[in-house]
Each structure stands twice: as structure tokens, then as C-alpha cells.
């Protein structure tokens, strides 16, 4: 296997299932900081860098390729550094849980969504994008691998009853 492909794994695709897997359990948390922020912002400059460190490609030619691209290579800036010289690049990310309700205004637990807020591109999944943006990264690294990802969602019982477990793991103190 070529070291790409096994850096393409290791800091991209294990991250984003093991994340992808934790945020469907349905956990109650601080919005802004938190366990999944922070391996979110991890992924996001792994996502953006892996190309300019195997390939020395140039961020501002890939994200020309690639919107997803683009949005990740924003957001690890904007993680990095905070205040960007173009404001318009700037975003940050924020958690919240989604419900799906059914017509009898019963509920179940879909899972916990990390949003972008992007100052050009407004809301975005971050793991939608993250998955699109991975995908395009493998193309350009040329790694052949047999994962498929897919965002987990629930699809447990509707209830008239919101559940969701508080504590202080995943927490950032």
C-alpha cells in the first residue's frame, strides 16, 4: 500500500467514521466547544493539507476544483489562524442535535449534526462536506480503497419523548 494511502486512512478516513459513529448517539452539549469540535477541526486540516503534503499541490488551485474543497480548506484556516485577511473565507462550526417528527407530532433522534457556518457558502453539514471533500482528495492522491461513507442517521422508534444523555464527557472544561 503507498504511504499516501495509508496517511489518506489514518488521518482522514478513521477519524471521520469513528466521528461519523459518535455523533449518532444522542448526546446533549455545549454548542461551541466540545469533544466533536475538536476532532472535527483536526479532520478538517487533515483534509486540507494532505494534498499539499504528498502531492505539493496549492490550496487556492484545488479549492478552483473542488467547493468542498474549498469550504474545508476555509475552515482550517479559519481554525488556525481566526481573523482572515478575506472575511468572506471566515467560518467556524457549532453542534446541534436534529429530530425528525412524524404526523403525530412524535419524535425520534436522527443525530448530532457539526455545522460550518461560512461567511460566502452560509450553513453547511460538515460531515456532508467533509465526506464529498475526502472522496475528492482520494481522487487526487489517486488512493483506491473500498470505502463507502454514508452519514449515519437513526432510524430508532418515534416517541413523544425527547431523550438525551448530559454529562460531562465530550465536554471541553
Not at 457556518?117 to 472522496?135: P, R, S, W
Amino acid at each position: 500500500m503507498k504511504e499516501e494511502a495509508i496517511k489518506f486512512i489514518s488521518e482522514v478516513v478513521k477519524p471521520w467514521e469513528t466521528l461519523n459513529r459518535q455523533l449518532s448517539a444522542p448526546f446533549s452539549m455545549n454548542p461551541d466547544i466540545n469533544d466533536f469540535i475538536t476532532t472535527a477541526s483536526a479532520l478538517a486540516v487533515a483534509i486540507k493539507h494532505l494534498p499539499e503534503a504528498t502531492l505539493k499541490a496549492k490550496p487556492e488551485n484545488l479549492a478552483k476544483e473542488s467547493q468542498s474543497y474549498e469550504i474545508m480548506s476555509d475552515l482550517a484556516d479559519s481554525l488556525k489562524h481566526g481573523e482572515l485577511r478575506k472575511s468572506a473565507r471566515e467560518c467556524k462550526l457549532n453542534v446541534s442535535s436534529m429530530f425528525e417528527r412524524n404526523s403525530d407530532a412524535k419524535v425520534r433522534f436522527l443525530r448530532n449534526r457539526i455545522s460550518i457556518q461560512h461567511n460566502t457558502y452560509g450553513k453547511i453539514d460538515f460531515m456532508e462536506c467533509a465526506l464529498e471533500c475526502a472522496v475528492f482528495v482520494a481522487a487526487k492522491l489517486d488512493v483506491r480503497t473500498d470505502w463507502n461513507p454514508q452519514v449515519f442517521n437513526n432510524t430508532g422508534g418515534f416517541s413523544n419523548e425527547i431523550k438525551v444523555h448530559a454529562s460531562k464527557q465530550h465536554q471541553v472544561a
